[in-house]
């Protein structure tokens, strides 16, 4: 099952932000939407989603309306704090978002639109299981203002794949691809590497199968066993073997080689795009530590500087706004110290790099030419004023951090 949620201080049932929270004109809002509905969990996820057999009172054909009784709320809590701001991005998570009628996620971007408005512009994401594109759904997403669907490929070994308890075939990947294309929606592909079973060859032929699609984007994250989950628990009753950290380092170097070839930049350490225009700028505003609101069960929310998360089941999530209730389970306000060391973490991530000068201290900074001499940070960037990853950078970030937070 999902993991816990942060313990943080009580969220009042209204809703309301703390008087000291002023939201910032000038920093970009964005929103995230979670539907938290799968058909089957897979082994590896710890993600905030349920199947049919687990939403024990909640109803998928009335998430639509739930939803957007927080979209309400959200609207009165922020128009109180300050002049509204358009949405510059929307992203549809989950979970499986394209399990619900295309109509219902096009009522609630309508609900967006009504209460904030959308940015001219704006990037509107759904992510998508292969098996649940059509036509038809990509006809209804693209009419309804969404830009960009992301494609939960995975791999395109059927061997791999069954190691993952993906239930898609690779021919749909290229099925959904088309119809996406069809649409005139930008396309990503999502990769996972290092799977039990799964070898250097088969990560290869998997690259050269998403090339194939010519995606605009492509995310190819390593995998990482959450504790509590169906792969953790095989893992250690010997039925299957741990990633091999080296293995995974390999898979790394191989995929930004190959996309490098084909002509896709990294832009933030799992991620490359076909050129800056097809960068996932919603992702990026998380990098950046712009504000958002998430909505839906588990969804969490970041604004001027207060975080905050939602109650996780569907049930109890409808519970609370059905009584008119905030859904917020808790929320914080990181201290100064948490802010620097979460800068250092997320900025240092993407490929524009950090400051120099916004490292949080002077050891932090004297640090820097350590790092550069073991090939971790780019000599010449340094140079210019900016902390920016090599490579080998990229596959020791944590490494980094510790070296710029200590």
Known sequence: MPGALPLGDPAPADGLLPDAVVPREDVDFGVYLHVPFCRVRCGYCDFNTYTATELRGARQDQYADTLLREIDLARGVL????????????????????????????????????????????????????????????DELAAAGVTRMSIGMQSSVPHVLAALDRTHTPANVGSAVRAARRSGLDVSLDLIYGAPGEGIDDWRASLDDALAHEPD??????????????????????????????????????????LAEAGYSWYE??????????RSRHNLAYWRGFDWWGFG???????????????KHP??????????????AGRETPDAGQRALERVLL??????????????????????????????????????????????GRLLADAVVRALTE
């Open 347 to 392: 900025e240092t991530r993407i490929r524009e790099g950090m400051a120099v000068a916004a490292l949080p201290t002077p050891g932090a900074r004297a640090a820097v030419a350590g790092l550069i001499a073991d090939g971790l940070v780019e000599g010449s960037a340094a140079i210019a004023g900016r902390v920016v990853l090599t490579r080998r």
């Open 297 to 311: 069960p588990g969804a969490h929310s970041h604004v001027a500087g207060l975080r905050w998360w939602n109650v």
């Open 269 to 278: 350490v799992s991620n490359w795009a076909r050129g800056e225009a097809h």
């Open 79 to 138: 128009a109180g704090a300050a002049p509204l701001r358009p949405a510059r991005t929307v992203f549809f998570g989950g979970g499986t978002p394209t399990l619900l009628p295309a109509g219902d996620l096009a009522r609630m971007l309508d609900g967006v639109r009504d209460a904030f408005g959308l940015a001219d512009g704006v990037e509107v994401t759904v992510e998508a299981n292969p098996d649940t594109v059509t036509d038809r759904v990509a």
């Open 315 to 328: 049930a109890a999530y409808a519970q609370r706004l059905a009584l008119g209730a905030s859904p917020a």
């Open 217 to 258: 984007h492509v995310s190819a994250y390593a995998l990482i066993i959450e504790e509590g989950t169906k792969l953790a628990r095989r893992i250690s009753r010997g039925e299957v073997p741990a990633p091999d950290d080296d293995l995974q380092a390999d898979m790394y170097e191989l995929a930004d080689d190959r």
